[in-house]
């Protein structure tokens, strides 16, 4: 197993594993609180200002998945994989105007999640249960591929196992993380992910500086990349590859973008990232702040270009980034940037597995099973989660196909989208109703779910014609495809608006419009 | 004001047709790449504007 070990890298990286290993359980006694209240445990009492939320949210949205699979797609076909850039311009604007409201609105009535709010804003059991599923339906494949992720830079270390003994150095890893998970919360996370983002931004700055005085240039870097598009294309006509988007792609591009803004904080890990911050000028400034990370993304998204520069050949394009790096890196400083990936799934697993334990516990559990549950009943039934959650994950990983873990995902964009209207209406205006809402829920996930059935494997664009049953064909006469997420919000959205016209609904809003307002708008 | 600092970038961002080009290059790397990763540090510049300017009204 250890006989092609790279033994500096591995050192390397085993060093830095341990260090935030020692830092995850310290973490117990940073801030202090009563990890028994759940929103100590799982919102890490509400105290993360400004610089704290930044590394945390930071950590949090770009994940080791993130830094294995984006340069994938754009060393796979080039300039599509970029969306990634756009779909992180899109989001920095609207959280800044929307973001600060719910963190009012969550700090005034206690809510810890999306189906907290929505419940007190709409009075709808079934609503409050439709938005905790999908949050969690959707959070889970995602954990996994962070798994992935991780296990890709283990096997790049040269590790390597035969069946279930592959996954033996990963399995300690998620045991190490989800005990300290367990006993400090979300308060782990948020001090590991200073160390992964300050690594993070040094292996990356270090890749976009030494990789081009390697190679030449980006000149040469872009030229050799383009070289190997046409090659693609010529191989095979109906690939949509290149070093700018095809005709066909630019549909795609813009509304995977503009879904993909659209789900991302309807997550449940985002919006605790969000929601343990301690105001709402914490969230407005890292609008401005987190930026940074976004320029990161992008860099990154340009070492799946720089690979094919560097002459490497990878049959699966997710081996790409680490190959690259064991390539131009000296082995010290690959390990360091391998500890940084791996590091890099850690933080978001957290935050994940705690995310989707603060929904099952409020929206599922105290509703549906024990009204009656007490404080520490709460935190106690979240901590069991997010061990069965990360449990699940492995699980996931020893015996399915990763394949279908990026199916999964892959619908768990589209599904996510769905909770968006619900969500960003309601913090703006009581006019719609629970029930349409929950309709309008409804209608998006079926048709998400359709839309991406494709012929030969799940497809995540299509073109705006259907075949509606019993009624005959239906052609918008756009020519273009777009993300099956945007479509059927769209779609959702208008459901929700029709019936919400003729369907009022009578049920109790716990809120009051200044509940939204926090000091520094009121000011 | 506020909404139109925040809005600007995004509406620059979706409109892809208008900068899916290699050319004017920036030090080799393609327009379609720098334009986008320079449309970053703007769009984060506006936000702060559009801050300045919401603080600033009464």
């Given at each position: 197993m250890i006989d092609n070990l790279n033994w500096t890298a591995t050192i390397v990286f085993v060093?830095?594993?341990?260090?935030?290993?020692?830092?995850?359980f310290m973490a117990s006694h940073w801030k202090a609180g009563d990890l028994n209240q759940l929103h100590e445990w799982g919102l890490g009492g509400r105290r993360f200002g400004p610089w704290i939320t930044w590394f945390l949210l930071g950590g949090d949205l770009y994940t080791a998945y993130t830094v294995i699979a984006i340069p994938a797609l754009v060393y796979a076909i080039g300039a599509y994989g970029f969306f990634a850039v756009p779909y992180t311009i899109l989001i920095y604007p609207f959280l800044y105007l929307t973001m600060p409201r719910l963190w009012a609105?969550?700090?005034?009535?206690?809510?810890?999640?999306?189906?907290?709010?929505?419940?007190?804003?709409?009075?709808?059991?079934?609503?409050?249960?439709?938005?905790?599923?999908?949050?969690?339906?959707?959070?889970?494949?995602?954990?996994?591929?962070?798994?992935?992720?991780m296990e890709k830079v283990i096997q790049a270390l040269g590790f390597h196992g035969e069946g279930y003994l592959a996954h033996l150095p990963l399995t300690i890893a998620f045991i190490i993380l989800a005990l300290y998970t367990y006993s400090s919360g979300l308060r782990a996370p948020a001090m590991i992910a200073f160390v992964k983002d300050i690594m993070i931004y040094i292996f990356i700055i270090a890749a976009v500086i030494i990789i081009p005085i390697q190679l030449g240039g980006f000149g040469v870097i872009f030229d050799a990349a383009g070289k190997v598009y046409e090659a693609k294309v010529a191989a095979d006509p109906k690939l949509q590859a290149g070093l700018i988007l095809t005709a066909p792609q630019i549909g795609p591009y813009v509304t995977l973008a503009i879904g993909s803004a659209m789900a991302l904080?309807?997550?449940?890990?985002?919006?605790?990232?969000?929601?343990?911050?301690?105001?709402?000028?914490?969230?407005?400034?890292?609008?401005m702040t987190l930026p940074a990370y976004s320029f990161v993304l992008g860099l990154i998204a340009l070492l799946g270009i720089m690979a094919h520069a560097a002459g490497v050949k990878v049959t699966n394009p997710q081996d790409a980034v680490p190959q690259l790096l064991l390539k131009v890196f000296p082995d010290w400083f690959a390990g360091f940037s391998f500890a940084a990936i791996a590091i890099g799934a850690l933080v978001p697993a957290a935050v994940m597995s705690i995310g989707a334990a603060n929904t099952f516990t409020r929206n599922v559990w105290k509703p549906f099973v024990n009204p009656q549950v007490t404080s520490l009943g709460e935190s106690t039934i979240a901590k069991l989660v997010s061990l069965i959650v990360k449990v699940g994950a492995l699980a996931f990983i020893f015996f399915v196909p990763t394949k279908f873990a990026v199916d999964l995902q892959l619908l768990g964009g589209v599904w996510m989208v769905q909770i968006f209207p619900a969500m960003i209406l309601g913090l703006y205006t009581r006019w719609y109703s629970g029930p349409a809402?929950?309709?309008?829920?409804?209608?998006?996930?079926?048709?998400?779910?359709s839309l991406s059935w494709?012929?030969?494997a799940w497809i995540s664009v299509h073109g705006l014609a259907w075949d509606i049953p019993l009624i005959g064909k239906f052609d918008l006469g756009l020519g273009f495809a777009a993300?099956?997420?945007?479509?059927?919000?769209?779609?959702?959205?208008?459901?929700?608006?029709?019936?919400?016209?003729?369907?009022?609904?009578?049920?109790?809003?716990?809120?009051?419009?200044?509940?939204?307002e926090d000091e520094a708008a009121a000011a | 004001m506020k909404y139109l600092l925040l809005l600007a970038p995004c509406v620059l961002t979706v409109l892809t047709p208008l900068y899916n080009a290699l050319t004017p290059d920036f030090l080799g790397i393609p327009l379609f790449y720098w334009l986008q990763l320079l449309l970053i540090p703007v769009s984060a510049l506006a936000i702060w504007a559009a801050d300045r300017v919401a603080k600033a009204q009464p």
């Open positions: 060093f830095f594993f341990a260090l935030v290993t020692v830092i995850g609105v969550s700090r005034k009535h206690g809510y810890l999640t999306a189906g907290d709010f929505v419940f007190g804003r709409y009075g709808d059991k079934g609503l409050e249960l439709a938005v905790a599923l999908t949050g969690i339906l959707a959070t889970m494949p995602y954990i996994a591929l962070q798994l992935v992720g904080f309807m997550y449940p890990h985002a919006l605790t990232g969000t929601l343990a911050a301690s105001s709402g000028q914490a969230i407005r400034r890292n609008t809402l929950l309709v309008g829920w409804a209608v998006g996930m079926i048709l998400g779910t494709g012929a030969a993300y099956n997420g945007f479509t059927a919000v769209i779609v959702n959205f208008l459901v929700a608006t029709i019936l919400s016209a003729v369907w009022k609904s009578k049920a109790p809003d716990q809120t009051q419009a200044a509940d939204y | -």
